[in-house]
């Protein structure tokens, strides 16, 4: 799977904030403990870890830096020496430094987690392919809301991350699983 041994984990917007939107209906409500059970493997691995957090222009959002809500989630809360990008777009390469701090430590594949799949997520990966990172995606440590059609009807969170997922596999990303992942470095170990 990995070309390269030194596969950078990028975690997106997983930040207290995004609990304000959920009305319950998020789906994949452990993909918190999915992100934590990769991000603890890559610091035991010691490779290239980077927070992403958004940083609205809106005062009155969760995710403004003066919120309460503007903090990394506990379970994945950045350790001294990962770095810490903020971002005021919707995708992590967009206004960051996210590109320059890859390239510095020789990354040329990214796995990519957090929320949500069809926002930060999505654009993210699609700009990451596009500036040719091979990028693999575990659909276990993303999650989606539902989303409310033009014509009024509604789709289900499951259906809003399985349709992104789809629409992103083989052409921007390889879709995969936590698990598929975690055997992937202990056989490269």
């Known amino acids: 799977m990995f070309q390269s ?7 997106i917007d997983v930040q207290q ?3 304000h939107f959920d009305s319950g209906n998020r789906n ?3 993909a918190e403990q999915a992100i934590a059970r990769l991000l603890n493997h890559w610091r035991d691995l010691q490779l290239p870890v980077a927070h992403v957090r958004h940083g609205s222009k809106f005062t009155d959002s969760p995710y ?5 809500y503007f903090s990394f989630k506990q379970e994945v809360s950045p350790l001294g020496r990962e770095k810490v990008i903020t971002k005021s777009e919707n995708c992590a390469f967009i206004g960051t430094q996210l590109d320059e701090w890859l390239k510095s430590h020789g990354v040329t594949e ?3 987690c957090g929320v949500l799949t069809n926002n930060s997520v999505d654009a993210t990966v699609r700009v990451a392919a596009g500036t040719g990172y ?3 995606l575990p659909s276990d440590a993303t999650a989606a809301f539902p989303l409310q059609r033009l014509d009024g ?3 289900s969170a499951e259906d809003v991350h399985w349709i992104f997922l789809s629409n992103l596999d083989g052409e921007y990303c390889r879709v995969t699983s936590v698990d598929i992942l ?3 470095l202990e056989r490269a170990e």
């Open 64 to 68: 403004h830096p003066d919120s309460p």
């Open 134 to 136: 091979r990028v693999f």
């Open 5 to 11: 041994d030194n596969p950078a984990l990028i975690v």
């Open 153 to 155: 009807k509604f789709v």
């Open 110 to 112: 990214l796995v990519v």
């Open 17 to 19: 904030a995004i609990d």
């Open 182 to 184: 975690l055997k992937e």
């Open 28 to 30: 994949n409500p452990n």
